[in-house]
C-alpha cells in the first residue's frame, strides 16, 4: 500500500484510506496538519481543473478515455475546468477557497475582481460571499457592505470562545463569523421549554 509521510514529526502516515496520527500528538502539530490538510484539499480542485483544460488542448482524441481513470463524474469535472478557465492563474486569491471563485466565475471580470477584493478583506465564508451577492441582486442599491456588530460578554464567555477559536485554528472573530453562518444555514426554530431544548448540566 502505498503511503507517505506528513511533517509532524515523521509520525504522521497518510494512505488512500486514512490518516494515521500518533496519540501524543501536540495540538500546534495537529492544528498545522489540519491547515495541510485543507489547503491540499482545496488546491486538488484547481490541479484538476487546469489538469482537465491541459488535457482538452493537448489530446482532444483521449479525453474521455483519461476522465475515466478518476473517480469524480463528468459533471464535477466540467464545473472544475470551467472555473479554472474563468480564472487565470494570476488572477486567482491564494487566500480564498476555489469555492468563493466558484460562486463568482459567472459574472463578468470586473464584478469578479469587486466580489473577490470584498470577501477577502472581509474574511467572509463562501457562504457569506453567496448572501452578499444575493442581497445586491435583490437590491441593486444597497451597497454589500459589512455591518459592524457589537457583543458585550463576560470575560469567561470571551475565554471559552477564543479555545475553541484556537482548537478550531481559527481567529476568535473567523470562528464567530464561521459559528453563526453555519447556524445560519440551517435554522432552526426554538421554543423555550420544547423537547429540542438541551437537558442541564449534570442532568
Not at 492563474?89 to 469587486?114: D, I, N, T, Y
Request: with cysteine; net charge neutral; aromatic share 8%.
Amino acid at each position: 500500500m502505498c503511503t507517505m509521510s506528513i511533517p509532524a514529526n515523521g509520525r504522521t502516515t497518510t494512505r488512500r484510506t486514512g490518516l494515521s496520527l500518533p496519540p501524543d500528538l501536540p495540538l500546534p502539530e495537529w492544528r498545522h496538519l489540519g491547515q495541510q490538510i485543507h489547503v491540499i484539499a482545496d488546491s486538488s480542485a484547481w490541479w484538476l481543473g487546469d489538469w482537465l483544460i491541459f488535457g482538452q488542448e493537448h489530446y482532444p482524441d483521449r479525453y474521455r478515455q483519461a476522465l475515466k481513470q478518476t473517480s469524480l463524474d463528468y459533471q464535477t469535472l466540467r464545473n472544475y475546468a470551467w472555473v479554472a478557465r474563468k480564472f487565470e492563474p494570476g488572477r486567482r486569491r491564494g487566500k480564498l477557497s476555489f469555492q468563493h471563485h466558484a460562486e463568482v466565475a459567472a459574472l463578468p471580470e470586473a464584478e469578479q475582481e469587486e466580489w473577490l477584493t470584498r470577501a477577502e478583506e472581509g474574511g467572509w465564508t463562501r457562504n457569506a460571499l453567496r448572501r452578499q451577492i444575493r442581497m445586491r441582486r435583490q437590491c441593486p442599491e444597497a451597497a454589500p457592505e459589512p455591518g459592524v456588530v457589537q457583543v458585550n460578554v463576560v470575560a469567561e464567555r470571551r475565554i471559552r470562545w477564543e479555545r475553541a477559536a484556537e482548537t478550531a485554528g481559527l481567529g476568535l472573530m473567523d470562528w464567530i463569523i464561521q459559528m453563526l453562518d453555519e447556524a445560519a444555514e440551517d435554522p432552526v426554530p426554538h421554543i423555550p421549554g420544547s423537547a429540542a431544548d438541551p437537558p442541564a448540566l449534570g442532568a
